[in-house]
């Protein structure tokens, strides 16, 4: 059983930087490919980022690329988003997500694991 909690979310002007971070607790960790999801009040769960279990291959959303960077660090068992030039429409509870799941990594249905989520709110 993966146990995995969100951190990092906060309130941030519209240009700004945020640097979220998920923790596993399962020494399966490393085995799994991470997801970053998001939701915003009255809409769908959407795909952020990604991470395949090596960290070899990443892959993000149209909207957030360019600003946004996964990664990895299989040795403690966390995996983060570098959020920059931030604006309101990436206001969202951040979740993210665990599970072998490559190459399908945009569909949230596949992933296993899930945290509870870190909201980030974006000022104008």
């Known amino acids: 059983q993966e146990q995995l909690v969100e951190s990092g979310g906060g309130l941030v002007q519209a240009g700004g930087s945020l640097r979220l971070s998920c923790a596993a607790s399962a020494r399966t960790f490393s085995t799994y490919d991470m997801g970053w999801f998001r939701q915003a009040p009255g809409k769908e769960r959407e795909f952020v980022a990604a991470i395949s279990w090596s960290g070899s291959s990443t892959y993000y959303a149209d909207s957030v690329k360019g600003r946004f960077t996964i990664s990895r660090d299989n040795a403690k068992n966390t995996v983060r988003l570098r959020m920059k030039n931030l604006n309101p429409e990436d206001t969202a509870v951040y979740y993210c997500?665990?599970?072998?799941?490559?190459?399908?990594?945009?569909?949230?249905?596949?992933?296993?694991?899930w945290g509870q989520g870190t909201q980030v709110t974006v000022s104008s």
């Open positions: 997500a665990a599970g072998t799941v490559a190459p399908f990594v945009r569909e949230a249905g596949r992933y296993a694991y």
